[in-house]
């Protein structure tokens, strides 16, 4: 039977409800993704009940949109991409189709080190690529100064200190600050800089039916 004739034959209250993230990066999101999940919410045993489709066939904005629509069998599945803006075509067709499909999108821009400098400060300074954001001395290269894609130890470092919570405020600042720069109707994926990765954390906290507030915040917190 395919998976279209499978979709067809299935009701919605037949479906168990799942999360998906297909991510661009094939090792730093992925990282960070179970480092935020396994540090921040063991206490709930949950780490189990996310899935994780790290592996797509093709990275790209618009192949990712393509895996995650494959993936998605019922309305009350949570399926994100994760992508961003360096080096990419098809940006405002893979929103558009994203939208259309029920796909969500945490987007970057310029690149996903944006998501991780808001751990660290605010700044709205733009980059034009995601080698010139990682090697500002006056930002990035400040806070992690030997920094490499898919450093295993890139949760910890960035949030440490209270790193997340700082980059949570942050990001949500970024994105109320920075379209009013920027002429009405502009489109998200024209700004930059422009983080909402925030999102995903608090959609991966609904979907476990988990205060935001009632997490070990603290690095190595032992369970209750």
Request: net charge neutral; glycine share 4%; hydrophobic share 35%.
């Amino acid at each position: 039977m395919s998976r279209r004739d499978r979709k067809s034959k299935t009701s919605k209250k037949d479906v168990k409800s799942i999360f998906q993230i297909f991510t661009e990066g094939k090792e730093t999101e992925p990282r960070y993704i179970r480092g935020y999940v396994e540090e921040y919410l063991k206490r709930h045993n949950c780490f189990g009940k996310v899935l994780f489709a790290f592996k797509p066939k093709n990275h790209d904005p618009k192949s990712l949109l393509d895996n995650a629509k494959e993936a998605k069998v019922s309305d009350a599945d949570n399926i994100w991409i994760v992508f961003f803006r360096d080096g990419h075509d098809k940006i405002p067709e893979t929103f558009a189709e994203a939208e259309k499909a029920g796909i969500k999108i945490a987007f970057s821009s310029i690149s996903f080190e944006t998501w991780i400098l808001m751990h660290f400060e605010y700044t709205t300074t733009a980059y034009e690529t995601c080698d010139a954001l990682i090697s500002d001395p006056r930002h990035f290269k400040k806070h992690i100064p030997d920094y490499k894609k898919a450093m295993p130890e890139l949760f910890a470092v960035a949030t440490a200190n209270d790193g997340l919570a700082r980059a949570i405020k942050h990001a949500e600042s970024l994105c109320k600050e920075v379209p009013g720069g920027y002429p009405e109707g502009t489109k998200i994926h024209e700004m930059n800089p422009y983080t909402d990765f925030y999102r995903l954390l608090d959609a991966i906290d609904d979907f476990l039916g988990i205060d935001k507030n009632d997490k070990c915040i603290e690095k190595r917190c032992q369970p209750k």
